[in-house]
Nanobody, 123 residues
């Protein structure tokens, strides 16, 4: 249901953009966000954005990354500038809570994850 795109290889100081589309028909999509997991490390929060929209960022990316959201397209974006080698990781798109109709019933699904996209920052 979540399809990420973008990512790839960038040099230190460079930029990359990620996007994530929630495919399907939804009644409401709650907070969306980006997480990342570097080799040998736990998955960590990068940024989240509500439907309002209101954004929050990890301290490590504040001032360098920008998250945005297009509610009509069920899409979020992550603009990553001033990239550092420490930003190298697999980046995952996430939805906290998804509401959708199944027949006449309104159902919810929590913790929806994308498959991830690799971001590598190296000279």
């Amino acid at each position: 249901q979540l399809v990420e795109s973008g990512g790839g290889l960038a040099q230190p100081g460079g930029s990359l953009s990620l996007s994530c589309v929630a495919s399907g028909s939804f009644f409401n999509i709650g907070t969306m966000g980006w997480y990342r997991q570097a080799p040998g490390k736990q998955r960590e929060l990068v940024a989240t954005i509500t439907g309002a929209p209101s954004a929050t960022y990890a301290d490590s990316v504040k001032g360098r990354f920008t998250i945005s959201r297009d509610n009509a397209r069920h899409t979020i974006y992550l603009q990553m500038d001033s990239l550092e080698p420490e930003d190298t990781a697999v980046y995952y798109c996430h939805i906290e809570t998804l509401l959708y109709y199944s027949g006449d019933y309104l159902r919810s699904q929590d913790d929806v994850w994308g498959r991830g996209t690799q971001v590598t920052v190296s000279s």
